[in-house]
């Protein structure tokens, strides 16, 4: 009884002005706490600081303490509904608890997000959840290898422990003086309407009429990286969830043209005057394509395509780097045809691998298109054009063909042979996480493809590398030297420099054997990476790719370098423009090396995750369009001294968002419609 006392008397110490003053305080506490874990995210990710001054930074600061209020306001609900119940003021201890367990768990997003922000430059989104959907076993031991959790888990406990401390200071420095009677309800209902009205600014995060703060609102300095910190991480998120959990053809863009003028708008980007469009009452770019003579290759029987993963343009040396990461691929560009100005339809390998092979974008809402319903339409790629034709083929990958469902999809376009994980036998290393070696994968390609080579038929192959990944685990007595000098790429650039090797041993293996003389060897990244110079809203470094042909006759006929404009949905029609022999086919890229005269090529790429922001590269132009906000047109430069400039001509940015919208809402119609085939579908027959 007697313990009792101290407690009622505790409960009955609050009221309005009390319980005001432990919500403000409270709020007050939980912005100096977001804004020091914006400052981690900040100090932890310094080498992307470069030279952006102080006052940008002050800047992106500012712009967080909006979102951050805004999370806030929604964290402090049960706790301004308490204003309307004096018994509900008086659970202080729960509202302690409450705040306790919802600002710990907004700084384990931050924590998670140190890392998260220096792998992806993104701030948290819906590749969180699309991580999770994939085997928890290998995403757990990417985390646990990859990453500093015990040290991350551990500083997370402690400041959840410092927030206990500081919100139980809190209530207690704000409990009413003596005994005053509770306030009766017209007070309170009055008090709770005018800060019901303060929570609504608050929230809103801006005093402007129509929409409240959005995230482009976070974009008012040149510098992305600032920009990205003025997001709020558990905002992001929250808004990723809402997307990804969603009806995914909700978040697709809405048409903005009408259908007939978007398909042909689509059309005249896409044909040439070597094609003739087919089915055009049912398809939208399915048409019979006829290659120059003068740019096929005769003596091209098979194709060998490789896929090499995070193989950024950025660190070729073939493209102008300095440091030395790919001297193998530097001497393979000797030989062949390098692509400069390639980019990848996405920044993740599933992205790459059905651009690539299946020839068809990474579209908003459509980003993990081979685990969608969607993806088990039927394709315009590599296989279904190869297998047409009788060749042979296999599909040779370090890892498991579970993850992103590969061997579904592949197998549904019609590969039938494909070596895994599970299939090699005493490799040299195996890391717990993914799978084996580079070197292994390359080591048991070569074998695959001479036992083809052997077998008389012509044949085409996928070799996919996966040792330049996160956790970057690597041979211990590793063939070559490991990089230093340049941060926390350092890892990154030691895999890239490895997975260089191993493609160098592989084409050492590969020479020595007589289908080598008669085939086409395509070498391109799946995606680049991040650095830390970030230029434009979607860092095109994460984007820009080598795309090497070798094969005989190929330097000889087409020289050794163009700067066209590509990306991967150009590579199938790229191949097929050298095998001769017209094909009916439905890509929605082109031949690179049979454009028309003065045509500089385009590339449409898109980032995964929930950001619906698309992007359109011309010549030396980007065009850049979110899908709420205003297009924004960039010249561009690549490489070592990457950068980017507004470009203030409103035409030619018109033009070129004319051209963004129509092919994203034609293809994404085409997509949804199941009409992307090389023929016509059973299901478009079908219709009235």
């Known amino acids: 009884m007697q313990s009792s006392v101290p407690a009622a008397r505790e409960a009955a110490q609050v009221s309005v002005g009390s319980h005001l003053a432990f919500i403000l305080g409270s709020a007050l506490c939980m912005l100096l706490l977001f804004a020091l874990a914006r400052l981690g995210l900040l100090a932890y990710n310094h080498a992307l600081i470069a030279d952006t001054p102080a006052s940008t930074f002050a800047e992106a600061f500012v712009n967080g303490a909006r979102f951050d209020l805004r999370l806030i306001v929604y964290l402090c609900i049960p706790l301004s509904l308490s204003l309307l119940s004096v018994t509900a003021m008086r659970a202080r201890r729960l509202h302690v608890a409450w705040l306790t367990v919802a600002t710990s768990l907004c700084l384990f997003f931050a924590v998670v997000e140190l890392n998260f922000y220096r792998e992806f430059h993104q701030r948290l989104n819906s590749l969180v959840f699309q991580y999770m959907q994939e085997d928890l076993g290998t995403v757990t031991s990417m985390i646990w290898n990859g990453f500093p959790v015990l040290r991350l888990l551990l500083a997370w406990a402690l400041a959840t422990l410092l927030l206990a401390w500081l919100f139980r200071r809190i209530e207690r420095a704000t409990r009413a003086r003596g005994h005053a009677a509770p306030p009766r309800w017209p007070v309170r209902t009055a008090v709770f309407v005018l800060f019901l009205l303060v929570c609504v600014v ?9 929409p409240p703060l959005r995230w482009g609102d976070a974009y008012t300095t040149d510098s992305m990286f600032a920009n990205h910190l003025g997001l709020n991480g558990t905002l992001t998120l929250v808004d990723a969830a809402e997307n990804f959990f969603s009806e995914h053809r909700d978040n697709s863009w809405k ?14 980007l896409l044909l040439t005057p ?20 003068e740019g096929q290759l005769p003596q091209v029987r098979n194709v060998v395509v490789i896929l090499m993963e995070s193989m950024a343009g950025r660190y070729i040396g073939a493209m102008g780097n300095q440091d030395g990461i790919t001297p193998n691929f530097d ?88 070596v895994g994980r599970d299939d090699f036998v005493d490799p040299v290393f195996i890391d717990p996480t993914w799978g084996v070696s580079d070197q292994d994968m390359f080591s048991r390609g070569a074998d695959e493809l001479a036992k083809l080579g052997r077998q008389g038929k012509p044949f085409y192959a996928l070799l996919q590398t996966l040792s330049n990944h996160t956790p970057y685990a690597l041979p211990e007595n590793l063939p070559v030297e490991r990089v230093t000098g340049h941060g926390s790429l350092d890892e990154h650039l030691t895999a890239m420099r490895y997975a260089d090797w191993s493609l160098g041993q592989f084409f050492a293996k590969a020479r020595q054997e007589p289908y080598f003389k008669d085939t086409l060897f395509v070498v391109l990244g799946d995606h680049g990476f991040g650095n830390d110079e970030q230029i434009t809203e979607m860092d095109l470094s994460r984007f820009s790719i080598p795309l090497l042909l070798i094969g005989p006759g190929v330097q000889d006929t ?22 001769g022999q017209p094909v009916q086919q439905q890509c929605w890229g082109r ?28 010549g030396d132009n980007i065009l850049i369009k979110p899908r709420d906000r205003d297009a924004r047109l960039y010249r561009y430069q690549l490489g070592h001294e990457a950068r980017a400039e507004v470009v203030d001509d409103a ?36 219709k009235p």
């Open 331 to 418: 001497a393979l560009a000797k030989e062949g045809l390098l692509f400069q100005r390639v980019f990848s339809n996405g920044t993740h390998t599933h992205q790459g691998m059905f651009a690539t092979m299946a020839c068809f974008p990474n579209l908003p809402a459509f980003e993990y298109l081979m685990r969608m319903p969607e993806g088990g339409h039927q394709f315009s790629g590599l296989p279904q054009l190869l297998s047409a034709r009788g060749y042979d083929d296999v599909y040779v990958y370090n890892g498991s063909f579970a993850w992103d469902n590969q061997s579904g999809f592949f197998a549904n376009q019609g590969m039938r042979n494909f």
């Open 591 to 618: 031949d690179l090396l049979a454009l028309p005269e003065g045509d500089a090529g385009v590339a449409v790429i898109k980032p995964s995750g929930s950001d619906q922001t698309v992007g359109l590269v011309t």
């Open 274 to 293: 070597r094609d003739k469009l087919i089915d055009a009452d049912q398809a939208a770019v399915r048409r019979l394509y006829t290659p120059p003579a």
């Open 651 to 686: 035409q030619r940015r018109s033009d070129l968002e004319r051209k963004l919208s129509a092919f994203v809402q034609t293809a994404t119609a085409s997509l949804l419609g199941n009409t992307t085939g090389v023929t016509a579908d059973k299901a478009a027959q079908a």
């Open 202 to 210: 608050a929230a809103r995060g801006t005093l402007r009429s129509g």
């Open 255 to 268: 048409a903005t043209l009408p259908a007939d003028e978007a398909q042909q708008i689509t059309r005249d």
């Open 558 to 579: 087409f020289g050794s370098s163009r700067d066209t404009v590509g990306s991967q949905i150009d590579v199938v029609p790229t191949i097929m423009g050298r095998l």
